[in-house]
């Protein structure tokens, strides 16, 4: 038997949403600093693209967080919505 849809609304669909931006900026920054620990040791500059990588993707992380949590602004061009 199938179960209904959650709703965008509901406590769970919030926990969800809100798990996967954790977890996404988790992903990201580890990307960025095992990206930067494999360039640095193929270039032979160890500290140098770590660091490069780790604040990067930390600052992606935090730009997508925000892009997230923030309402989108309607557009002057765009009908509101009646319902």
């Known amino acids: 038997m199938p179960q209904p849809p959650i709703k965008k609304d509901s406590p769970l669909a919030k926990y969800a949403y809100y798990s996967n931006l954790a977890i996404e900026m988790g992903v990201i920054v580890l990307i960025g600093v095992f990206g930067g620990v494999k ?15 780790s604040l990067g993707s930390v600052a992606i992380a935090i ?3 925000i892009k997230g949590v923030t309402p989108a602004k309607k557009s002057k061009h765009e009908p509101e919505d009646t319902h």
């Open 63 to 65: 730009y997508l967080m």
């Open 39 to 53: 360039l640095d040791k193929m270039l032979g500059t160890l500290p140098l693209l770590t660091l490069i990588g």
